[in-house]
């Protein structure tokens, strides 16, 4: 599977990447090895993902993602926040 995926760094400045691996590339990221952009930001949080089919769509969607302005990332995570704290939600109520 391939990934899009938008790191909040230590600065409150946002990172967007893509991997087939999140969590070896968020570890890869916090210990000083991912891109160099996040090198000086560490700790790092993965804040929002995306499943992708391919590469291509999973790159392509980093580059659209990159264009957002700082609100529509805000508003994008803010949605994608909300709708896993009501998974889980869903998940401890059905156990």
């Known amino acids: ?6 790191l909040l760094c230590a600065d409150n400045t946002f990172y967007i990447g893509w991997t087939t691996d ?3 590339r968020l570890e890869a990221h916090n210990d000083g090895k991912g ?3 996040t090198r000086g930001r560490t700790p790092v949080k993965l804040v929002y993902w995306e499943e992708h089919k391919n ?11 990159r264009r ?3 609100k529509q990332k805000l508003n994008l995570i803010e949605g994608f926040q909300e709708s896993l704290e009501k998974e889980q939600s ?3 109520k059905i156990k």
Do not use: G, H
């Open 22 to 24: 999140l969590d070896n």
């Open 90 to 92: 869903i998940n401890y």
């Open 55 to 65: 590469r291509s769509e999973a790159q392509k969607r980093e580059v659209a993602l």
């Open 35 to 37: 891109a160099k952009y």
């Open 1 to 6: 599977m391939n990934y899009t995926y938008i």
């Open 68 to 70: 957002f302005n700082k």
